[in-house]
């Protein structure tokens, strides 16, 4: 649910990055932030017992989309190119859909104390 939350947050800055209402550094911190608690997250995720695949691979996922997320950020910041700007946004969208998917999922399974239906144990 932090990792959401953080991703929110992110979004919204940058939103007002767009707009100029504030400097790329800050965006470019709070996306190093997001980075580094998505990779935590995926730590405790492989770490927890036992594993739930679909949890797993939500994490790792979350994880490379942000990275090519920051990999896009510094190439529209070089070049300032408009249609790598609107793949970042694009893939913003992508990267918050998959952390409120992940929580919803983990609320789930943590709510009934079991895994969700059809999840496979690894």
């Known amino acids: 649910m932090i990792t959401t939350i953080v991703v929110f947050l992110q979004l919204l800055i940058g939103g007002l990055l ?4 504030i400097s790329a550094g ?11 608690l998505a990779i935590v997250t995926m730590i405790a995720t492989i770490a927890v017992k036992p594993r739930i695949k679909s949890h797993l ?7 490379l989309l942000i990275l090519l997320q920051i990999i896009l950020g510094f190439d529209t910041l070089k070049t300032g190119g408009q249609s790598v700007a609107w793949i ?3 893939n913003a969208m992508v990267i918050f859909g998959v952390a409120v998917s992940g929580t919803f999922v983990a609320s789930r399974t943590a ?3 079991k895994p969700e239906l059809g999840a496979k144990r690894i």
């Not at 767009?18 to 209402?21: I, P």
């Not at 965006?27 to 980075?35: A, E, K, L, P, T």
């Not at 691979?57 to 994880?63: E, K, Q, R």
């Open 57 to 63: 691979m939500a994490s790792i996922i979350l994880v």
């Open 18 to 21: 767009t707009f100029n209402f």
């Open 88 to 90: 970042h946004f694009a």
């Open 111 to 113: 709510l009934s104390n």
């Open 26 to 36: 800050i965006h470019i911190v709070m996306g190093i932030i997001v980075f580094l």
